[in-house]
């Protein structure tokens, strides 16, 4: 199968060197073996995303000589999709809708602990099941999707188990999907936000199907998340790519650069002379 990967930003902020490491790590992959390497505009969060960062993120990718096939794919053009995905895991019986406030979901998952941190996964807060009870036909304007993880894993119950496998240094082998994992650390995952179409884990998955992703490259920040992404492969009769999860890029005191307020946008290194070439040198590539 020709080796397909793709780089998917989030037009929310310039290019940082992380991000650039993670561009230039799967264009580089791509081209090493041939196959094609793709770009893909993650603004699902019309909130967040804005023309001006998309456009920036071109104009930095092209200085730093990558090049991609075809033309960019833009979540916010593919909301039907995404939202015939939720539609089928619906009347699969595995969601429901959820009027829970941030708020709600922390009281509720401190209350056993007594003011122990509330658990967490990737996918945030591990939802406490307040309203898993709802049928889909109560569900109201305001309210997001969920995925029920206990309903979810007993049908996958086959194919998730299979897992994925990640070829990145950092994680590399075969990793099985298990429901006790899967419902103990990560719970009823949000597939649609009241003022978005979709979320995240969701339209991942339909983004890398549609454009046949063979290989997903990324950073290791996601590698929790990919159980959640490979589950509803499974349920949607999708395939599961192979993996690579890379270290993210840090500054001197080990905080993530893409995170830091005052990292340093690849178009200001550039405004300073600097080159493609030292900006590969700088992330070690
Ligand atoms: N837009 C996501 C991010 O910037 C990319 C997620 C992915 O590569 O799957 O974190």
Redesign the pocket.
């Known amino acids: 199968m020709r080796f397909r990967t793709r780089f998917?930003?989030?037009p929310t902020g310039p290019l940082h060197l992380g991000h650039a490491y993670s561009a230039i790590l799967a264009h580089d992959m791509a081209r090493a073996a041939g196959g094609d390497f793709l770009l893909r505009i993650?603004d699902i969060d019309q909130s967040r995303a804005r023309p001006i960062w998309e456009a920036q993120i071109i104009t930095d990718l092209q200085w730093l000589g990558l090049t991609w096939d075809g033309p960019p794919r833009r979540q916010s053009d593919h909301l039907p999709a995404y939202r015939a995905a939720i539609d089928q895991l619906g009347q699969m019986g595995l969601t429901f809708p959820c009027h829970c406030t941030r708020r709600d979901i922390r009281d509720a998952a401190n209350a056993p602990q007594e003011g122990g941190p509330p658990p967490t996964g990737p996918d945030g807060l591990i939802y406490p099941g307040t309203c898993r009870h709802r049928p889909m036909a109560a569900m109201g304007p305001g309210d997001a999707i969920r995925l029920d993880m206990t309903k979810a894993m007993d049908m996958a119950r086959q194919t998730a188990a299979r897992g994925f496998d990640e070829i990145g240094p950092a994680h590399q082998g075969h990793h099985p999907i298990t429901a006790h994992n899967m419902i103990a650390t990560i719970g009823d995952v949000v597939l649609a936000r009241p003022a978005m179409g979709a979320a995240?884990q969701l339209s991942?998955v339909i983004d890398d199907a549609e454009q046949a992703v063979t290989h997903?490259i990324?950073?290791q920040d996601?590698f929790a998340a990919t159980a959640i992404h490979v589950l509803l492969q499974a349920l949607l009769d999708l395939p599961t790519p192979q993996y690579h999860h890379h270290h993210l890029i840090r500054d001197d005191t080990g905080k993530r650069l893409a995170k830091r307020d005052d990292a340093r946008a690849i178009h200001s290194y550039r405004a300073e002379g600097a080159t493609p070439q030292d900006i590969r040198r700088m992330i070690g590539l």
């Open positions: 998917a930003p989030s993650d995240y991942v997903v990324r950073g996601l």
